[in-house]
Nanobody, 126 residues
Framework: QVQLVESGGGLVQAGGSLRLSCAASGRAFSTYTMGWFRQAPGKEREFVAAINWSGSRTYYGDSVKGRFTISRDNAKNTVYLQMTGLKPEDTAVYYC???????????????????WGQGTQVTVSS
């Protein structure tokens, strides 16, 4: 069992930056692929980024590529999402997730993750 708690959300102006954190408790954090997803009102949950267990591989959704960076610190049981160049369309609730999907293609599917945090709101004003 893994418990995930996100933090770092808030209100920011367009062009600004935020760093989200996701603290994990429970067993074997370092064995999980970690993902970030987001969901805006009335929209489906969207893949944002994922990172493999060691941090050696990352994968990004097209809408955030080049602006967001995912990283992890296994010693601290924490995964991060550094967001720069924020746009109003980035406004959403951001969720972190833990799972063991085997390939980057599977990392993008929210159904392949076993554990989820409660989410943190990110609002970007224009």
């Amino acid at each position: 069992q893994v418990q995930l708690v996100e933090s770092g959300g808030g209100l920011v102006q367009a062009g600004g930056s935020l760093r989200l954190s996701c603290a994990a408790s429970g067993r074997a954090f370092s064995t999980y692929t970690m993902g970030w997803f987001r969901q805006a009102p009335g929209k489906e949950r969207e893949f944002v980024a994922a990172i493999n267990w060691s941090g050696s591989r990352t994968y990004y959704g097209d809408s955030v590529k080049g602006r967001f960076t995912i990283s992890r610190d296994n010693a601290k049981n924490t995964v991060y999402l550094q967001m720069t160049g924020l746009k109003p369309e980035d406004t959403a609730v951001y969720y972190c997730a833990a799972g063991q999907p085997s390939t980057p293609r599977r990392w993008t599917r929210h159904g392949n993750y076993d554990y989820w945090g409660q989410g943190t709101q990110v609002t970007v004003s224009s």
